[in-house]
């Protein structure tokens, strides 16, 4: 029993981070915790390291490129709450406008385990991804594995990266500023107006949108003040087919303000009167 | 003077084939290029055909997965069987990925099982700076009055996996059976999804 419990451990700390290099990249599946309550919640990432040169794309890769497949293996009862995306960069493949990472990219999501959670489970996770440069562009894939052992919570090395990386990902900001959408030919009017007026500089923030086929990734669109309320202008993407119904935009503005994202849905859309 | 002006004329019409990108429902933009065998071809060769430009780099993993999985020659095969022109064009620059000297290049779109009626050699790339080709596969297709009707993706699942085409919506093969069949096609234009053009 105990060589059981040694073996256990032993294949917990060993799975904790399972790395895999190929596709110009390591894939590794991170645990805030070595255990997880009956019913209780694990903190967990993917950290995606890409070799220098080469990134990786946004859940809107913008032209071309590939947004990141995850394809969850959890045993029964286990929930996967999805996974949460940092806010992008914006960079160039060649001639193509994209969206996405380098470097380090470590993307948050929590798991929940069964009421009934007892010994230990083994949870798998497929990922899927695109690595280019300029010059090329490969495909990279890992099968990654935790394992988790029922018990009270037992905070890991990795705690603290998990902790961190859910700093990068854009909050609601729904509720401190309404986003709104008009249609203008070939543009899109944007206004952001401030629940509480003058509180916000939103020209500092870079707009990414979220929702493909609206606005044109060849084009960085800036917020300019317009008394109370906050404007721009965006051109279309080429790809756009109106009308647009939603809208999602990731605003981010380095390291020392959180990103934050609005969302607009066309209220008109589908009414019966 | 009427050789001035006609050589200014050309030069205008020239410069606006490539200023104005191409667009659905509008003449497909003319070009004059070569193929691997170092024929000239031309659009108006083909003025009364459909025609389908398919852009390619056999490096790219977008690429290989419509030629490895037989879709891209399957397609090919039967689309110029009904007297479709298939024109596959590589627009790399010399020494960017995916360039091969026209005699490799015949040779490996052999080795990969291209049916196309052309393989163009577009290194300078103004053909596909005409089109707008972003990405490699990207398709088009032009009707028989030589307008565009087709501006897109090979098919709805970007990813790399062969076994992702048995199952994905057939974007640009339905489009082609519409154009064929003189029908409207009911998704024109939609974003391809692939490596970049190696301009």
Known sequence: MLRNCLALTLACATNLFAQSPNGQAAAGWLAASSHCPPGGTLETAVRLTLNPGWHTYWIHPGEGGMPLEFQWQLPDGWQAGGISYPAPQRFKTGTLHNFGYEGTVVLPATLTAPAGFSGSARLGLLVRWLACDDEACVPGEASLQLTVTAGPHVPSEHATTINQAKKTIPQPWNDRAKLSVSPDGKNLELTIEPVTPGQDDWNRFEVFPATQRTLDPRSPVRFARDGRVWRARAPLDEYAAPPIRELRLVFTAGPDAPPRVLDWTDQGAGTTR | ?199
């Open chain 2, 1 to 199: 003077m009427k050789t001035i002006v006609t050589t200014l004329a050309a030069a205008w019409i020239a410069s606006a084939a490539t200023t104005l990108a191409a667009e659905i429902g509008k003449p497909a933009p003319a070009f004059t290029t070569k193929n691997t065998a170092g024929e000239t071809v031309q659009l108006a060769d083909f003025k009364g055909k459909v025609v389908v430009l398919e852009w390619a780099n056999f490096e790219c993993p977008f690429v290989k997965k419509h030629y490895s999985s037989g879709n891209l020659p399957k397609l090919q095969e039967s689309a110029t069987a009904k007297g479709v022109v298939w024109l596959t064009v590589n627009s790399s620059a010399q020494g960017k990925q995916g360039y091969l000297e026209p005699a490799k290049m015949a040779e490996r779109a052999k080795q990969e099982g291209n049916k196309a009626s052309h393989f163009l050699m577009d290194t300078d790339g103004s053909v596909g700076k005409a089109y707008g080709a972003k990405v490699t596969p990207h398709l088009f297709i032009i009707c028989k009055d030589g307008m565009l009707r087709y501006d897109g993706a090979i098919d709805s699942k970007a990813t790399t996996k062969a076994e992702d085409v048995a199952t994905a919506d057939k974007w640009f093969a339905d489009a082609l059976d519409a154009v064929v069949a003189g029908k409207d096609v009911s998704n024109a234009k939609n974003p391809p999804y692939g490596c970049g053009v190696k301009y």
